[in-house]
């Protein structure tokens, strides 16, 4: 008996239009919600530099992939092609409200990465950074 494959798309609004992006989550890292523009480079690269000493060890960075529409920001692990979709593991890495999107930054010295914050907290005042790469430079901050 052959397996059944399909893809679920879980959409708030019937008619919502969603745009999807494969990317890498290289890491993500909890900050003060005060957090300014000129301290997120620093942020991105200590995410980065996290990301290079943990990969040494086992690799950190996730095929992930980025729905964007007008109702949220979602991140769902990529199953990958050879993996069938499982509604019991295939949960997000995170989901927030268009408004909860703090700031979004890229690097112009590697365009290949671009960080999100992203409000979680207002009551602890924390928010989080998750820091991305694309495969494709060109396509990672013109399509955001």
């Known amino acids: 008996?052959?397996?059944?494959?399909?893809?679920?798309?879980?959409?708030?609004?019937?008619?919502?239009?969603?745009?999807?992006?494969?990317?890498?989550?290289?890491?993500?890292?909890?900050?003060?919600?005060?957090?300014?523009?000129?301290?997120?480079?620093?942020?991105?690269?200590?995410?980065?530099?996290?990301?290079?000493?943990?990969?040494?060890k086992e690799p950190v960075t996730k095929q992930v992939r980025l729905c964007v529409s007008p109702s949220g920001l979602?991140?769902?692990?990529?199953?990958?092609?050879?993996?069938?979709?499982?509604?019991?593991?295939?949960?997000?890495?995170?989901?927030?409200?268009?408004q909860h999107v703090h700031k979004l930054i890229h690097n112009s010295h590697d365009p290949s990465y671009f960080a999100c914050l992203i409000k979680e907290d207002a009551v602890h005042r924390q928010s989080i950074c998750h820091v991305f790469k694309a495969d494709d430079q060109t396509k990672c901050w013109s399509s955001l």
Do not use: Y
């Open 74 to 98: 979602r991140c769902e692990p990529e199953p990958g092609r050879s993996q069938q979709w499982d509604p019991l593991i295939c949960s997000s890495i995170f989901e927030c409200k268009p």
């Open 1 to 56: 008996m052959e397996p059944i494959t399909f893809t679920a798309r879980k959409h708030p609004l019937p008619n919502e239009v969603s745009v999807d992006f494969g990317l890498q989550l290289v890491g993500s890292l909890p900050v003060h919600s005060l957090t300014t523009m000129p301290m997120l480079p620093w942020v991105v690269a200590e995410v980065r530099r996290l990301s290079r000493q943990s990969s040494r």
